[in-house]
Each structure stands twice: as C-alpha cells, then as structure tokens.
C-alpha cells in the first residue's frame, strides 16, 4: 500500500514539473509600445528611416523656410527654435520627426541632431 501511494506522489510530483516546463513555451508574450502597430517585426515609429513621402508636422510648419539649409550654418535664433519644436515633443515622436524634417528636406542643426538621437538612443536602451 505504502509503495502504491509513494508511487502515485511521484507520479504526480513528475508530471507537474513537465506541465510547468511546457506551459512557460506556450505563455511567452510579446509586448508591444502603445506607439507601434505590431505588423511589422521591427516597430517602424523607431525607425529613423522613412519608408513614406509623406510628411508628418509635429507644428513645426515654421522650420519648413530651413529647407536645403547646411546644418552648420544656423544662427543662435535659428538653433533655438529647433529646440523649442525638440522639447515640446513626447519621447516617442522625436524619431517621427526626424524622419520628418529628413523628408521635408531639412537639415536639422548638428547640436539638435545630436539631442534628438540620444533622446531616441535612451528610449531604445542604447
């Protein structure tokens, strides 16, 4: 009698390490930002590459007279009203913008450059 209840604790004892080990495979998540669509295998509101000609304005209409404008050739004013758009945006949005004043054909300033990406930098844990 001993052996048959002893037998049937190990049993049980097996099987519940197996049903554990298996059902962490099967409850793997997957957790995706509020900002990402989830479609594609790599979150494109990341990306600092434009996969689109269109022109997303973060109400920064005013940085569109910069078009063509060398990023080493801004005044202090002119450096200032980049970072006033900079730091009215959201940590999520500062890629999307990048983006698109890339599209928009602007420059920006080397200093609001080089924010802006270690902005994205520590939001990706870079």
């Given at each position: 009698?001993?052996?048959?209840?002893?037998?049937?604790?190990?049993?049980?004892?097996?099987?519940?390490?197996f049903?554990?080990?298996?059902?962490?495979?099967?409850?793997?998540?997957?957790?995706?930002?509020?900002?990402?669509?989830?479609?594609?295998?790599?979150?494109?509101?990341?990306?600092?590459?434009?996969?689109?000609?269109?022109?997303?304005?973060?109400?920064?209409?005013?940085?569109?007279?910069?078009?063509?404008?060398?990023?080493?050739?801004?005044?202090d004013?002119?450096?200032?009203?980049?970072?006033?758009?900079?730091?009215?945006?959201?940590?999520?949005?500062?890629?999307?913008?990048?983006?698109?004043?890339?599209?928009?054909?602007?420059?920006?300033?080397?200093?609001?450059?080089?924010?802006?990406?270690?902005?994205?930098a520590?939001?990706?844990?870079?």
């Open positions: 009698m001993i052996y048959l209840l002893a037998g049937i604790v190990v049993a049980l004892v097996v099987a519940f390490i049903s554990r080990k298996s059902g962490t495979d099967a409850e793997e998540q997957t957790i995706v930002a509020d900002d990402c669509c989830g479609a594609h295998e790599v979150c494109e509101a990341d990306s600092l590459l434009s996969s689109s000609d269109k022109a997303e304005y973060y109400e920064d209409e005013e940085l569109d007279s910069y078009q063509a404008k060398q990023a080493n050739s801004y005044s004013e002119e450096i200032e009203q980049f970072r006033e758009v900079l730091f009215t945006l959201k940590e999520r949005e500062v890629a999307g913008w990048l983006k698109s004043l890339q599209i928009r054909g602007i420059n920006p300033p080397d200093i609001i450059r080089e924010e802006a990406l270690m902005i994205v520590d939001r990706r844990g870079l």
